[in-house]
């Protein structure tokens, strides 16, 4: 008895708002993902699929496509450049270690649209790349990157970059250095321990960083807004639009509804079936 | 020495973690002011039981009583009731003065009054002076006798105690035992203490519980535990014990014999109730045994067996023989050497002799 | 002597990116404090745009809007996600996994997607929306990073340290209040800090669900940003950037403390 009472005061304020203000909005949505529009943009309350046969229309699927396409660029670049400063760091001495952590996950908890904003003054026609390279006589008129889909991958990686960095370490920190003495020993090159015994060892740390990586790429909005041009939507900025000014809240339901499925496949994969969320989180700590 | 009264009683307590059954169905009554223990090896339930009688861990099922009223629904902070926990549990964060104070602070005692009580506590347990110092700055020692000094401020009815000094050396281990026992005397406190340290149990015990895999073995005071075990679990895990079985038994008015391969025959005096449809062994201590080079003459209270001496162990200044007796098996005997003028040799033929009474019957 | 040469690669490699992750935040910073206007040149030193700010009277409201949300999120999520770390880590009941999942669900969903849940929902119960819809969104998801936080922590907490309080006559509550909250301290201080950080610095959700006279710090710089870029956005930048990390930084300390 006593401890149910404690449970409950533990446990329900979490579960009440998580019930209200996340679970039953999902649902929602979830629910108008199925219905139209109304002709005044209200929504028309008949069951159809037709929100999720409309993201193979053309006009939509040339958005969907591109953001499948610049977030797995997105994580390739990450995984690519990621991959030798995790384990640069993992090499280093406790102290220089957490100080070279903590630089990588500072920029991670500051203002996200500041960062992005920032690449803006560099990449502007006007702006600081070009006049250095105008100065520098590299080129003699300046180019035009801003509002490129290479703008808007260079804010991927610039602002997902810490995703892949943190979960490769955590795995490469957790190599057992044995291995690499015993490669060494039986005569294998550094380039073959590390394709051989290196890459498939840290094969959890490559899965976790890659999906943490590609999970926001899908979603995001502001990199794309800000850095890419008209040319440059993504799912982002297609629900965002059917939100905010078409007004179409099925279809930008529908969309969502697309990206959450993707997330929750990909965390289904992460969690390597029946491992809890918590059990991976804490359990090496 | 304790009264006649009873302080705290178990009954019919279980508890099961998982599949592990880490009590079960335990009686037992303490008397007030008694100095009680509970002994077993590792794992079999102590920490548990104590848990249970502080409220700390719910029950399966049974009920505990102290001076007669029911706790089984009163929370570990209304029990008068005090631990002293097996890792000290010392609040980290807290100094020695604070931590001892927090049983009086939860009462809402003045402050003047929580000052002298925890003055006169620490001058007890030999720790003026400490009074500012974190439960890190302490030795091992010094936080065993602040994890005391914890609980018995409170001056409850019971003091639990989970191994208290477990984490010492031999040494001061020794001298804390003798503190303790003196301690309990004076503050006239029940005392349930918890160890795994047969010495420690016979020693300083008004009476102990046996308890294993969860059960209790045997009640009784040292002298009962140690020299009449009922089980041979007691036998021997308290002390070492010489077993011997046969099927070949027969009961006499007050006595037992057991006949051995070899027509060996080993006497016995029953000193208790005993089941006679049970399998019973019989059982000797090794320092109960004397051995001699000729054969005795024969005396109607005592055994005698011949054997071949095997092996012969120094341990201090014990002498430790392993003996082989006719019937095959072999008996351990310890004896003080230096009351020996002819010293016996490995090989030689010797002639063991214990009094009847020292035989103990085990049910088994 | 190939030994070298990875050496050395690492080395550079490392510096790259380091120089990547900052360079923008560098340039922001030191152009905040350049006199001209449109060009990516360096002029002179000026305190000019930081002036601007001052007297700038919608920024400074947005300004108040986002301490105002963020304190208010701040200090429910930290409640709630305090007591939710507490109760994950110690106790067994039927559903732990689905909560438990559903508790971290939060972090790992795309912003945008709970944004326009929030919106939905609130349009559907005909909420108003304001500093109160953005509040409750930031309080969803940030009771997740406290648990987090403060779970972390309490992964090191000795439970018999609660057991012994209760032993010694403590109430649960006392025990809480004396013995479990102050170990476990650091950590609630670090989740709280985290918590108004990510508060602090939200944009998607406060893009939706804020309404009227309602915009935060960031929907302000968004709307200067779509607006054109100017030294004034330099400057706001600069502080936002220097208060969250001097927030972040202070966090860190208090995590490891022990
Ligand atoms: N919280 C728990 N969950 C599951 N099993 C437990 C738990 N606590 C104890 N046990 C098991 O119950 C049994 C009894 O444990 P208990 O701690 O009471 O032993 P003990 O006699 O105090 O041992 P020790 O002398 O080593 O302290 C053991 O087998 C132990 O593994
Ligand atoms: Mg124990």
């Known amino acids: 008895m006593r401890q149910l009472s404690q449970k409950f005061t533990f ?69 690519i450049i990621g991959y030798p400063l995790a384990y640069f760091i993992s090499n280093q001495s406790q102290r220089k270690k957490n100080i070279l952590l903590f630089l990588v996950t500072l920029p991670f908890w500051t203002n996200f649209l500041v960062r992005i904003y920032a690449w803006m003054i560099i990449l502007r026609t006007e702006g600081f790349l070009n006049n250095v390279l105008l100065w520098m006589n590299l080129i003699n008129k300046p180019f035009e990157i801003l509002f490129t889909d290479k703008a808007v991958l260079i804010g991927m990686v610039y602002g997902y970059l810490p995703f892949m960095i943190l979960p490769l370490y955590a795995s490469i920190e957790k190599l057992d250095r044995n291995y690499l003495d015993a490669a060494r020993d039986l005569g294998a090159t550094p380039i073959k321990t590390f394709w051989r015994v290196i890459i498939p060892l840290t094969k959890p740390g490559i899965i976790a960083g890659s999906i943490l990586v590609f999970v926001p790429s899908l979603g995001a909005f502001i990199i794309p807004d800000l850095l890419g ?7 982002g900025n297609l629900i965002k639009d059917q939100f905010l000014s078409a007004r179409d809240w099925p279809f930008g339901s529908a969309l969502s509804f697309i990206v959450m499925a993707v997330v929750l496949i990909l965390l289904m994969i992460y969690l390597r079936f029946g491992q809890t969320v918590s059990e991976k989180l804490y359990s090496n700590k | 020495m304790s009264s006649c009264e009873i302080g705290i009683s178990i009954v019919n307590i279980s508890k099961k973690y998982h599949s592990t059954i880490a009590c079960d169905k335990i009686n037992l009554s303490v008397l007030k002011n008694e100095l009680f223990f509970i002994l077993g090896p590792s794992g079999c339930g102590k920490t548990t039981l104590l848990r249970i009688i502080a409220g700390l861990l719910e029950t399966d099922c049974g009920s505990v009583f102290l001076n007669n009223i029911c706790l089984d629904n009163l929370p570990p902070y209304e029990r008068d009731i005090n631990t002293v926990f097996q890792n000290y549990a010392l609040f980290p964060h807290l100094n020695v003065y604070n931590n001892v ?69 031999v040494k001061l281990r020794k001298q804390m035992q003798l503190e303790l026992k003196h301690l309990q005397k004076k503050l006239e406190m029940t005392f349930v203490y918890v160890t795994h340290d047969q010495e420690e149990a016979l020693t300083m015990a008004d009476r102990i519980a046996v308890m294993n895999a969860g059960h209790i073995e045997q009640i009784g005071t040292p002298d009962e535990v140690y020299n009449k075990p009922n089980t041979r679990f007691v036998a021997e895990f308290v002390g070492e014990s010489n077993l011997f079985e ?86 351990k005997i310890l004896e003080q050497s230096y009351n020996q003028s002819a010293p016996h040799q490995e090989g030689g033929t010797v002639y063991l002799e214990w009094e009847k009474e020292n035989t103990f019957i085990i049910e088994e | ?88 880590v110690r106790f067994r009941f039927p559903g732990k996994k689905i909560l438990d999942a559903v508790l971290h ?3 790992i969903i795309p912003d945008i997607v709970m944004a326009i849940a929030m919106l939905s929902f609130y349009v559907f119960i005909n909420l108003i929306l304001g ?128």
Request: contains cysteine; hydrophobic residues 50%; aromatic residues 14%.
């Open chain 3, 105 to 107: 669900l939060p972090i």
């Open chain 1, 11 to 79: 446990l329900f304020p979490a579960v009440f708002w998580l019930m209200f203000f996340f679970v039953i909005p999902l649902t929602i949505i979830f629910v108008y993902s199925f219905f139209e529009r109304g002709i005044y943009g209200g929504i028309e309350y008949v069951f159809s699929f037709n929100n999720y046969y409309r993201v193979i229309d053309p006009l939509y699927l040339k958005a969907v496509l591109r953001t499948v396409y610049i977030a797995s660029l997105n994580t390739l670049i990450c995984l």
């Open chain 2, 101 to 169: 104070a927090f049983g009086l602070k939860m009462r809402n005692l003045s402050n003047t009054d929580i000052r002298n009580k925890v003055t006169k506590i620490l001058s007890i347990v030999d720790l003026e002076g400490f009074e500012k110092r974190k439960p890190y700055q302490l030795s091992g020692g010094q936080q065993q006798r602040v994890a005391l000094a914890r609980a018995l401020v409170n001056e409850p009815s019971v003091l639990l105690l989970d191994e208290p000094l477990g984490a010492l050396d």
């Open chain 2, 246 to 331: 046969s099927n070949n038994l027969r009961f006499n008015n007050d006595s037992v014999t057991l006949t051995l391969d070899n027509n060996l025959v080993i006497h016995s005096k029953i000193t208790r109730e005993l089941n006679q449809d049970q399998k019973l062994i019989l059982a000797v201590r090794p320092e109960k045994i004397r051995l001699y080079k000729e054969p005795q003459p024969i005396k109607k209270a005592y055994n005698q067996i011949e054997g071949r001496i095997e092996e012969i162990l120094y341990k201090g200044i014990m002498l430790y023989y392993v003996v082989k007796i006719n019937s095959g098996q072999t008996v």
């Open chain 1, 229 to 235: 041009g008209a040319k440059s939507m993504m799912i």
């Open chain 3, 1 to 88: 002597m190939s030994v070298r040469v990875w050496k050395i690669y690492f080395n550079i490699h490392a510096g790259l990116i380091y120089s990547f992750l900052y360079f923008p935040i560098i340039i922001l910073m030191v152009f905040s404090f350049n006199q001209e206007r449109i060009n990516a040149v360096w002029t002179g030193f000026t305190f000019n745009w930081y002036e601007t700010l001052f007297k700038d009277a919608e920024l400074l409201n947005a300004v108040g809007n986002s301490l105002l949300v963020g304190f208010f999120s701040t200090i429910l999520s930290t409640i709630i996600g305090t007591l939710t770390a507490l109760g994950m």
């Open chain 3, 131 to 258: 500093l109160f819809s953005i509040i409750i969104a930031h309080v969803s998801f940030n009771i997740a990073f406290v648990a987090v936080v403060v779970r972390t922590r309490l992964a090191g907490f000795d439970m018999d340290l609660e057991k012994a309080a209760m032993d010694l006559g403590a109430t649960p509550f006392k025990t809480l209040r004396y013995i479990t909250l102050p170990l476990i301290m650091p950590g609630v201080i670090a989740g709280a800090l985290l918590a108004f950080t990510i508060s602090w610095d939200d944009f998607m959700i406060a893009f939706f669900t804020s309404g009227v006279g309602s915009t935060t710090l960031p929907l302000k710089v968004y709307s200067m940003i779509k607006f054109g870029v100017t030294p004034e956005i330099n400057a706001i930048s600069t502080i936002t950037l220097l208060f969250t990390m001097t927030l972040f930084f202070i966090a860190m300390r208090l995590l490891r403390t022990k």
